[in-house]
């Protein structure tokens, strides 16, 4: 399978792709979303461009028939880890093995490109088969939690963003 990184000019199809995964009517059709949890955007375009500017952080996108599928948020952090983020998946596109392929390609980047030996995530607590599927794939919740991104709008009750890691060997 094979990705891409993102430039500018897939900002828009980027923003659409991330919203209909986690958001809204047609993010309930996949069961990574968090539309029965959050309302508001997932992200904004001022967010998307900020990434896409950043040199630190790289998006892998996957195309099938010309359409966005798949992506995946890369960024290094330094000393040895980087930060997987914003893993989205077409819900018509889910349970074919993209996310898990996302994430080969993400972790096999960040030790080629940056020497990371160390992989994190963040995961709403609350989303226990999410977090399932990530310790199959080798991440542990780490005890740690992170702020929100200022653009989240949070609901009455309490959600928290938990860090999930892996150690990922020496670099390629």
């Given at each position: 399978?094979?990705?891409?990184?993102?430039?500018?000019?897939?900002?828009?199809?980027?923003?659409?792709?991330?919203?209909?995964?986690?958001?809204?009517?047609?993010?309930?059709?996949?069961?990574?979303?968090?539309?029965?949890?959050?309302?508001?955007?997932?992200?904004?375009?001022?967010?998307?461009?900020d990434?896409?500017?950043?040199?630190?952080?790289?998006?892998?996108?996957?195309?099938?028939?010309?359409?966005?599928?798949?992506?995946?948020?890369?960024?290094?952090?330094?000393?040895?880890?980087?930060?997987?983020?914003?893993?989205?998946?077409?819900?018509?596109?889910?349970?074919?093995?993209l996310?898990?392929?996302?994430?080969?390609?993400?972790?096999?980047?960040?030790?080629?490109?940056?020497?990371?030996?160390?992989?994190e995530?963040t995961?709403?607590?609350?989303?226990?088969?999410?977090?399932?599927?990530?310790?199959?794939?080798?991440?542990?919740?780490?005890?740690?939690?992170?702020?929100?991104?200022?653009?989240?709008?949070?609901?009455?009750?309490?959600?928290?963003?938990?860090?999930?890691?892996?150690?990922?060997?020496?670099?390629l």
């Amino acid at each position: 399978m094979t990705f891409r990184i993102a430039t500018p000019a897939d900002a828009p199809a980027l923003r659409a792709l991330i919203e209909r995964a986690y958001r809204g009517r047609a993010a309930r059709a996949g069961w990574t979303h968090e539309a029965d949890l959050l309302d508001g955007p997932r992200t904004t375009p001022a967010a998307i461009d900020d990434i896409l500017a950043d040199p630190a952080q790289r998006v892998l996108l996957r195309h099938a028939d010309a359409a966005l599928v798949a992506s995946v948020v890369v960024a290094n952090c330094g000393d040895g880890t980087a930060y997987l983020g914003m893993l989205a998946v077409d819900p018509a596109a889910q349970a074919q093995g993209l996310g898990r392929a996302l994430i080969d390609a993400a972790e096999a980047f960040a030790a080629r490109e940056w020497g990371a030996t160390r992989m994190e995530m963040t995961v709403i607590h609350v989303r226990a088969e999410l977090i399932a599927y990530y310790e199959r794939r080798g991440y542990a919740l780490t005890g740690e939690t992170r702020a929100w991104p200022p653009y989240v709008v949070l609901p009455e009750r309490p959600l928290e963003l938990v860090v999930m890691a892996k150690a990922m060997g020496d670099p390629l």
